[in-house]
């Protein structure tokens, strides 16, 4: 039950795109469709924000896509904007486990 | 509308215990999977347990096994974790969350309390 591994952070000026990757084994990213992710501003709750691998909750902006290959889960952001300045995790499904990745901040320069 | 409401969050010295609440509104409390994940502070999310509808099934992290408990009561429509032997590591903001219906995501969750561990 190791957490998904995530770069530490990544940066973009407004407007443009930035892609997080989150990275894990056959035996979780890998193994299954169930890949979601969270944005958590500071001191918020966790918001859902993609859904097996790559599905948007409604009221989702389609700013925000997700897509998989073999281990290796992606968040992309598009059109970059201030508001999208938060954390973000992956998580993934792992049999009866769940697992998380070890976050990203995303900075808007 | 769903709300999820946590209660029970405090100060704990080592090796207490501690049982931590989470009453749900705004939806059929009986029909979905539920979840406690828990946020250490300036860290990242850490999924703790889960349960099943009925109670039937429950899962658990590995570094709470035997440790912690999650239960329900659906007549009262609450989530329950109970917290035993508790470590200066178990220190985090707990939240409980709403498993989405025959998914694998977390589509509500509540706003946490938080549990520090101390002497």
């Known amino acids: 039950q190791s957490a998904l591994t995530q770069p530490r952070s990544v940066s973009g000026s407004p407007g443009q795109s930035v892609t997080i990757s989150c990275t894990g084994t056959s035996s979780d990213v890998g193994g299954y469709n169930f890949v979601s992710w969270y944005q958590q501003h500071p001191g918020k709750a966790p918001k859902l924000m993609i859904y097996?691998?790559?599905k948007r909750p409604s009221g989702v902006l389609d700013r925000f896509s997700g897509s998989k290959s073999g281990n290796t889960a992606s968040l992309t952001i598009s059109g970059l904007q201030a508001e999208d300045e938060a954390d973000y995790y992956c998580c993934s499904y792992a049999g009866s486990p769940y697992v998380f990745g070890t976050g990203t901040r995303v900075t808007v320069l | 509308e769903v709300q999820l409401v946590e209660s029970g969050g405090g100060l704990v010295q080592p090796g207490g215990s501690v049982t931590l609440s989470c009453a749900a509104s705004?939806?059929?409390?009986?029909?979905?999977?539920m979840t406690w994940v828990r946020q250490a502070p300036g860290k990242g999310l850490e999924w703790v347990a889960n349960?099943?509808?009925?109670?039937?099934?429950?899962y658990y992290v590995d570094s709470v096994k035997g440790r912690f408990t999650i239960s329900r009561d659906n007549a009262e429509n609450s989530l329950y974790l109970q917290m035993n032997s508790l470590r200066d590591e178990d220190t985090a903001v707990y939240y409980c969350?709403?498993?989405?219906?025959?998914?694998?995501?977390?589509?509500?969750w509540g706003q946490g309390t938080l549990i520090t561990v101390s002497s």
């Open positions: 705004g939806f059929t409390f009986s029909t979905y999977w």
């Open positions: 097996d691998v790559s």
């Open positions: 349960i099943k509808e009925d109670g039937g099934e429950k």
């Open positions: 969350a709403r498993v989405a219906l025959r998914s694998s995501w977390y589509d509500y």
